[in-house]
């Protein structure tokens, strides 16, 4: 692989994630605080996009894999969704603000998994189809995701030392800013045609054919319960390490940990275990860094112990997420790996993420006493749902 295709995938990487790290972390403030929506708007809002993932990322595939360059479904998506994050930052009411923010969703949701698509065609074409170099690659190139996310989050601080945090509204701004720029950056990317034809059987039906397979099968609906258990993570972690003594000014530094280990694990372990230990002991492994995290995070202290653990959730993105998106890329024909790729992210980031918010907030809202949360019982949910899937990939899933 020539250092052009690197550099071209590698910030294509990093500014897909940059877009996404510039809003999301703290969006909430500006929705909670200046705009005074309440928890429920507020999980709506954010909530656009889990449901834009279930339609949008097999409608983009199928174009993709049939009718239109994947650079150029990219380009227009950032494009339109930048104009669309300026608007969505004029926004102050819950209605106007939930209508643009699906709108812009639509479009993003579209992009995450053909950013993925995209890399591996063109890696398969760098390395003349050897799996094992297209999978080290990879792991080469998706360690500017967690970079991106880390970046964008110091960027904007940065900003508001300078400017003052104001009405919250920059981080919708910065987010159009890096999503325009990726589109522009999106017009250069490497020719990536669609390698069927508009006659072809849909890709979309052809990927869901893939579950024939009972190994895919198994992968899917492992994929499903741990992204539920995921937002256990998201949606719990800041407001634990609060209630365990970590100041509130520290937290985003201290939740950085994780991101900083996947940084160094996606280069260092993702190839070596793929290689060495195969798919199915490489996902298993990811699963059990999730166990780990939450056994500790249910036992609650000490706190050095609950800090540190976070640094598996580093270790299992890596091993089950990223790893995960190789294994459909490895499984898939080729004329339907942008739909196979889609087809995980509808799973995951769609379904599972948008019920798997909603049974969360069950769960804290259940083990909420006089206003603070009963942490080890809540954590031990996630525990068991873990614990559920190491057992049914060792029991069922060989790669």
């Given at each position: 692989?020539?250092?052009?295709?690197?550099?071209?995938?590698?910030?294509?990487?990093?500014?897909?994630?940059?877009?996404?790290?510039?809003?999301?972390?703290?969006?909430?403030?500006?929705?909670?605080?200046?705009?005074?929506?309440?928890?429920?708007?507020?999980?709506?809002?954010y909530g656009t996009l889990w449901i834009a993932s279930i339609v949008s990322p097999l409608l983009a595939g199928q174009i993709a894999d049939r009718y239109v360059a994947t650079q150029w479904i990219l380009a227009l998506s950032h494009i339109l969704g930048g104009i669309l994050?300026?608007?969505?930052?004029?926004?102050?009411?819950f209605g106007?603000?939930?209508?643009?923010?699906?709108?812009?969703?639509?479009?993003?949701?579209?992009?995450?998994p053909l950013v993925n698509s995209l890399m591996f065609t063109q890696l398969g074409k760098a390395f003349a189809g050897d799996a094992a170099k297209v999978n080290a690659a990879s792991g080469n190139i998706f360690l500017w995701a967690p970079i991106a996310w880390v970046l964008a989050g110091l960027l904007l601080t940065g900003w508001r030392r300078i400017k003052g945090t104001g009405d919250g509204?920059?981080?919708l701004k910065l987010a159009g800013v890096l999503s325009l720029v990726m589109g522009i950056v999106c017009l250069f990317l490497p020719n990536t045609p669609p390698p069927g034809t508009g006659s072809d059987a849909m890709p979309f039906l052809k990927a869901f054919s893939l579950v024939k397979d009972p190994n895919f099968l198994v992968f899917l609906v492992?994929?499903?319960?741990?992204?539920?258990?995921?937002?256990?993570?998201?949606l719990g972690t800041a407001q634990f390490l609060g209630d365990i003594g970590v100041e509130s000014k520290n937290i985003p530094a201290v939740m950085s940990w994780a991101q900083f280990v996947q940084t160094i694990a996606t280069p260092l372990a993702l190839g070596f275990c793929i290689t060495t230990l195969g798919f199915s002991w490489t996902l298993t492994i990811g699963v059990i860094s999730w166990l780990l995290m939450y056994l500790a995070y249910s036992a609650t202290k000490p706190k050095w112990l609950v800090i540190g653990s976070m640094g598996f959730h580093g270790i299992a993105y890596v091993l089950f997420i990223i790893g995960g998106?190789?294994?459909?890329?490895?499984?898939a024909p080729a004329d339907i790996r942008s739909s196979a790729q889609a087809l995980l992210s509808v799973v995951v980031t769609g379904l599972s993420f948008l019920l798997g918010t909603q049974f969360t907030g069950?769960?804290?809202?259940?083990?909420?006493?006089?206003?603070?949360?009963?942490?080890?019982?809540?954590?031990?949910?996630?525990?068991t749902l873990t614990f559920v899937c190491v057992i049914v990939l060792l029991c069922f899933f060989k790669g």
């Amino acid at each position: 692989m020539g250092w052009e295709l690197y550099i071209a995938l590698s910030v294509m990487m990093f500014l897909e994630y940059a877009v996404w790290g510039a809003w999301s972390p703290v969006l909430a403030a500006r929705l909670l605080g200046p705009l005074k929506m309440t928890g429920k708007q507020t999980g709506w809002i954010y909530g656009t996009l889990w449901i834009a993932s279930i339609v949008s990322p097999l409608l983009a595939g199928q174009i993709a894999d049939r009718y239109v360059a994947t650079q150029w479904i990219l380009a227009l998506s950032h494009i339109l969704g930048g104009i669309l994050l300026f608007v969505a930052a004029r926004k102050t009411s819950f209605g106007s603000l939930f209508a643009v923010m699906f709108i812009y969703s639509l479009f993003f949701a579209a992009t995450i998994p053909l950013v993925n698509s995209l890399m591996f065609t063109q890696l398969g074409k760098a390395f003349a189809g050897d799996a094992a170099k297209v999978n080290a690659a990879s792991g080469n190139i998706f360690l500017w995701a967690p970079i991106a996310w880390v970046l964008a989050g110091l960027l904007l601080t940065g900003w508001r030392r300078i400017k003052g945090t104001g009405d919250g509204s920059d981080c919708l701004k910065l987010a159009g800013v890096l999503s325009l720029v990726m589109g522009i950056v999106c017009l250069f990317l490497p020719n990536t045609p669609p390698p069927g034809t508009g006659s072809d059987a849909m890709p979309f039906l052809k990927a869901f054919s893939l579950v024939k397979d009972p190994n895919f099968l198994v992968f899917l609906v492992v994929s499903f319960i741990l992204g539920s258990q995921l937002q256990f993570y998201y949606l719990g972690t800041a407001q634990f390490l609060g209630d365990i003594g970590v100041e509130s000014k520290n937290i985003p530094a201290v939740m950085s940990w994780a991101q900083f280990v996947q940084t160094i694990a996606t280069p260092l372990a993702l190839g070596f275990c793929i290689t060495t230990l195969g798919f199915s002991w490489t996902l298993t492994i990811g699963v059990i860094s999730w166990l780990l995290m939450y056994l500790a995070y249910s036992a609650t202290k000490p706190k050095w112990l609950v800090i540190g653990s976070m640094g598996f959730h580093g270790i299992a993105y890596v091993l089950f997420i990223i790893g995960g998106q190789i294994y459909v890329n490895a499984v898939a024909p080729a004329d339907i790996r942008s739909s196979a790729q889609a087809l995980l992210s509808v799973v995951v980031t769609g379904l599972s993420f948008l019920l798997g918010t909603q049974f969360t907030g069950i769960v804290m809202d259940k083990f909420r006493k006089d206003g603070k949360f009963q942490w080890r019982p809540i954590f031990l949910m996630p525990c068991t749902l873990t614990f559920v899937c190491v057992i049914v990939l060792l029991c069922f899933f060989k790669g």
